[in-house]
């Protein structure tokens, strides 16, 4: 497609087909665009110091420059989209972007004043030839909130820009994506509700009226959409808006349908009649995202890691357009278990659930990171099959959403955490054990304390015990208790370990099945008290083993003590 065409398209409506194969050309700035006096670029140097928070390897950096020069074609058309319909000479517009990584998200566009006298015509070559080289290194240099004011004047537009204070949106993308397009069904979904609210406006003869609309998103779907408060100055006959603002509603909407999760734009809209005519002018003032309330701070990490991995899960998912099901069966359990948090509290859909599962809820969703820990070990001992089915609908809620489940699958769901809800005080069958022994392990080493992987190992080179302080046959008593967590797991040598279980033996001998959370608290504290000086450390024989001795005789004398109270 040229890119006469690609501009004719805008100019008709058709922004989900317009900067794909869009070419850079050279151009002259007076023309249709200048940039301010004081305008300057970065360095080389600084160029090559790419976004931190993203964290690209040099390779990924190089491999991504053409999603980034994507990135800005998009951008410069949503600019122009807006701009080509002013020509009155000092109108403002402010648009503010958010760049992360070269990926541009569209936070807010503002109509700030209108002009007066038209000027002359600008042409979309002049106005994007000057602002495609500062977009470009912008985003390809910094991470944060942009913005664009741009002026009209007689025979071109001149840009003011700024770095904005702001922290990072949940809705940004974090992924620069080629694919500058919108798919059918948004485009479908966002015209057929311009041409609803185009029904709704109207404005007495000969006075002027607002109206507010509020439109729900979730990723690049619209979700629904209400209208909010209508003032109107004057009470004559009304005119209707004319047709022209249906599609400044959808060229101001659709380029908000690239964002990230749950989240509501807010249109306002001024509309005035005059003269004879029997319809109104409506245009669209405002359009921003509305920032949401705060979450509760314990929940906010894991958010912000649920965010960066469903940015990864959508890129791929619509970018490189990899199967939902691929996607699921590379999930690890802790992604599951973060999507599930995630999902649950960044779409609001934890309230649904509660009722089926109020203790999964509960510590799950509220609990932060250790919530999240958590999660992962009951899915642990959920076993295999519920573990895929886990993955696969929560790949289906983040890829499409949750109201793309089926009755079926939101059953399956419902009946999944039902069964993890119960199985809180149910004791652990020996699967459920040796599945969490062996993640324990692996966690230890692996993510507790890699530095002890190759510390504690005894003559024959094999690695220590991980002891469980809590043992795994009493979890059920403490439902809310993370059994792997790094708390509970402690590394031993085995004559230790061998001197901790014999003393756990004799409580059973005595207690059986009766122990009670009390109890089982207190001979933790036992274990502690007398073997905590070889947790996670070497043990010597030649100068420890009497002491062991001495102290598993002492052990055993509190453990009956306990037992007879």
């Known amino acids: ?142 991470t944060g909130a942009l913005g664009f004011t741009l002026h009209r004047e007689q025979s071109r537009w001149r840009v003011d820009y700024e770095a904005l204070p702001m922290d990072a949106p949940p809705e940004t993308r974090k992924l620069p994506a080629r694919r500058t397009g919108y798919s059918s069904r948004a485009l479908s979904a966002v015209q057929a509700m311009a041409k609803q609210v185009v029904r709704l406006l109207q404005v007495p003869a000969g006075a002027s009226a607002r109206m507010r609309v509020e439109l729900s998103l979730e990723d690049d779907r619209l979700t629904g959409w209400e209208m909010g408060p209508y003032h109107a100055a004057g009470g004559g ?44 002018h409506w245009r669209v003032e405002r359009a921003e995202t509305l920032r949401p309330e705060p979450v509760d701070e314990a929940v906010e990490d894991v958010l912000r890691e649920y965010r960066l991995l469903h940015a990864q899960i959508f890129h791929h998912y619509r970018e490189e357009m990899v199967d939902s099901v691929k996607l699921a069966g590379a999930f690890t359990l802790e992604q599951v278990a973060l999507c599930v948090i995630g999902g649950l509290v960044g779409k609001g859909l934890h309230v649904a659930f509660e009722a089926v599962a109020p203790s999964v809820m509960r510590v799950a969703t509220r609990g932060g990171a250790a919530g999240m820990r958590w999660l992962r070990t009951q899915l642990v001992r959920a076993g295999r099959a519920d573990q895929e089915l886990l993955r696969r609908l929560f790949v289906k809620v983040e890829t499409e959403g949750f109201e793309c489940l089926s009755a079926a699958e939101r059953n399956e769901l419902t009946q999944l955490l039902r069964r993890m809800e119960q199985s809180l005080t149910v004791k652990l069958d020996r699967d459920a054990k040796n599945a969490l022994r062996a993640k324990a392990k692996a966690d230890f080493y692996g993510a507790f304390h890699p530095e002890l992987e190759r510390v504690l190992r005894d003559v024959e080179g094999k690695q220590y015990d991980v002891h469980h302080l809590v043992p795994l046959e009493y979890a059920h008593l403490f439902p809310q208790l993370d059994i792997n967590a790094a708390a509970n797991l402690k590394a031993l040598g085995k004559p230790v370990h061998g001197s901790i279980n014999k003393i756990w033996n004799a409580f059973r001998k005595e207690a059986g099945d009766t122990a009670s959370p009390e109890q089982v608290r207190q001979m933790v504290d036992i274990t502690q008290r007398h073997f905590g000086r070889w947790f ?28 007879v109270r």
């Open 536 to 563: 996670n450390k070497l043990y010597e024989p030649s100068q420890s083993d009497a002491l062991l001795e001495r102290v598993t005789a002492a052990a055993l004398e509190d453990v009956s003590a306990l037992v």
């Open 1 to 142: 497609m040229t890119r006469r065409a690609c501009w004719r398209a805008v100019a008709v409506g058709l922004a989900m087909l317009m900067v794909q194969g869009c070419a850079t050309t050279q151009h002259e700035n007076g023309r249709g665009f200048a940039l301010p006096a004081s305008a300057s670029f970065p360095s080389e140097a600084t160029l090559v110091s790419a976004n931190p928070s993203a964290s690209p390897s040099a390779d990924e950096w190089v491999e991504e420059a053409g999603a980034r020069r994507a990135e800005v074609e998009w951008a410069l058309g949503q600019m122009w989209a807006v701009a080509s319909g002013e020509g009155q000479v000092g109108s403002v517009l402010e648009f503010t972007f958010w760049a992360e990584r070269g990926a541009l998200t569209l936070l807010s566009v503002r109509r700030r004043a209108v002009g007066g006298e038209v000027g002359q015509p600008t042409k979309a070559e002049a106005f994007t030839g000057g602002l495609r080289e500062l977009l470009f290194t912008l985003a390809e240099t910094r």
């Open 237 to 280: 006959t009304v005119r209707p808006a004319d047709a022209r603002v249906a599609e400044a509603l959808t060229l101001t909407l659709l380029p908000f349908m690239r964002g990230l999760g749950p989240r509501t734009v807010r249109l306002e809209l001024s509309g005035m009649h005059g003269g004879t005519s029997t319809t109104s």
